[in-house]
């Protein structure tokens, strides 16, 4: 006889995996809401943290922290789930998990944020998370310039920001090319 199959053991396994993959979904679409309303408001509100598009400011900074607290639950949940697999010995799900785009792109969902972060405290702007800041400035707020000036450091971080999301927009065409070749 073959060895014995412990048939609850293997419920609870799939049940897991089954509730693990309708997070990671779910996860998944708020994330790509997000990018899109985040997206829209750099593009189009008129982001001016001091001016007339201080409401755009707080949706933008508001949404971005909600964005990275989202990837990092996913990849909290990425590294349960790993585990779980090679816990079960079970090497070949693992394979289409760590991919290099997949990397790039929560790697850009971390950076993104953070480089937010340095730019508006640069500006003198706490980031706000629904109109409470929820971020202090990333260092003494006195050192804040008073006044929205265009130092050489917020040009210079204004473009990491943009050049991030820039990375993250051909990571984003990149992931939407290889699901459409895998579905066909």
Same mark, same amino acid.
């Given at each position: 006889?073959?060895?014995?199959?412990?048939?609850?053991?293997?419920?609870?396994?799939?049940?897991?995996?089954?509730?693990?993959?309708?997070?990671?979904?779910?996860?998944?679409?708020?994330?790509?809401?997000?990018?899109?309303?985040?997206?829209?408001?750099?593009?189009?509100?008129?982001?001016?943290?001091?001016?007339?598009?201080?409401?755009?400011?707080?949706?933008? $900074?508001?949404? =971005?922290?909600?964005?990275? %607290? &989202?990837? !990092?639950?996913?990849?909290?949940? /990425?590294?349960?789930?790993?585990? +779980?697999?090679?816990?079960?010995?079970?090497?070949?799900?693992?394979?289409?998990?760590?991919?290099?785009?997949?990397?790039?792109?929560?790697?850009?969902?971390?950076?993104?944020?953070?480089?937010?972060?340095?730019?508006? $405290?640069?500006? =003198?702007?706490?980031?706000? %998370? &629904?109109? !409470?800041?929820?971020?202090?400035? /990333?260092?003494?707020?006195?050192? +804040?310039?008073?006044?929205?000036?265009?130092?050489?450091?917020?040009?210079?971080?204004?473009?990491?920001?943009?050049?991030?999301?820039?990375?993250?927009?051909?990571?984003?065409?990149?992931?939407?090319?290889?699901?459409?070749?895998?579905?066909?």
């Amino acid at each position: 006889m073959g060895p014995a199959v412990n048939l609850h053991q293997i419920y609870r396994d799939s049940a897991f995996e089954m509730q693990t993959y309708q997070l990671s979904r779910l996860l998944h679409w708020l994330s790509v809401g997000l990018v899109l309303v985040v997206s829209l408001t750099a593009l189009f509100g008129g982001i001016d943290p001091h001016g007339s598009g201080n409401a755009a400011f707080l949706w933008h $900074s508001s949404l =971005g922290i909600v964005l990275y %607290l &989202l990837t !990092m639950a996913r990849a909290l949940l /990425w590294v349960v789930y790993r585990q +779980a697999l090679r816990s079960q010995g079970d090497a070949g799900a693992l394979g289409h998990i760590p991919t290099p785009l997949r990397l790039a792109f929560y790697g850009l969902l971390i950076a993104l944020p953070a480089s937010g972060w340095f730019l508006a $405290s640069e500006q =003198g702007m706490n980031s706000p %998370l &629904l109109g !409470m800041p929820a971020l202090p400035q /990333w260092y003494h707020e006195g050192a +804040a310039p008073a006044a929205h000036t265009d130092t050489s450091t917020i040009v210079m971080l204004h473009g990491v920001h943009t050049g991030l999301a820039a990375a993250l927009f051909l990571v984003i065409v990149g992931h939407l090319v290889y699901g459409v070749r895998q579905w066909r």
